[in-house]
């Protein structure tokens, strides 16, 4: 049924997710166009890797954590990204030595899990962007669509003595050409976050746009590829907050 489905692919997505060495293969066979291969491994040295990396893990999750906890919210919230996705393997890790019946403080594991997963949704909700007066109004609507489609919040008005509010300054340089009929523009675009009137964050990416109908309609074309990139490396990414 649909609920058995569901748990094999939760099951099928943890084991490739799952890392050891010192394997050897003991049995494998091609069905149709699938290759499957089954895998043994001792069980002394694969416990003792697991633990291992449980235990690199974590420190890295604490020093992320101890390095980040004074850091301004933006930073904050990065860094809560990072630790959210060692938490995954650490929430694998610990649950593969559990289930050898190893012992492991799975409740104290998850505790921290959803205590970070908390923090990192209350910082979804307390940070806010502002937009900056000079920055272009194509840009900015770009922008706007896709601090919306994260869900990320934007204020009506700036505060300068709040230090959850992040002011984004665009610009773009446009450098124009035409050749073999068509007219193309290549988009130089800079990014400026600040906070509280420090800069946090900035970046710098090109776009490319052409069209045979005029220099106007190259403009909107890169513009347009722009936005493509947004929505392929996400928006904060391309604001240059996260890495």
Known sequence: NSYNEEM?????????????????????EQVEKKFYVEVSVERDPFIREQKERVEFVQKKINDLDKNSIQSNPIQRRTSLIKILDLCKELDLKA??????????DMKGILSLIAKYQNEFEKSSSSIEFFFDSSSPKDLVQILRSALNK?????????????????????????????IYGSHMTKLNVDFENSSQGKIVASNNVEATGNSTIGESESTKAAIKALEEQIQKDGILKTLGILN
């Open 8 to 28: 094999r692919q939760k099951v099928r997505q943890s084991i490739e997710k799952i890392s050891f060495s010192g394997y050897e293969v003991s049995k494998s």
């Open 150 to 178: 994260e869900k990320l919040k934007i204020a009506k008005a700036l505060d300068k003595s709040d230090p959850n509010q992040i002011v984004i300054g665009a610009k773009y340089e446009a450098t124009r050409n035409f």
């Open 95 to 104: 649950r593969i030595l559990s289930g050898a019946q190893e012992e492991i």
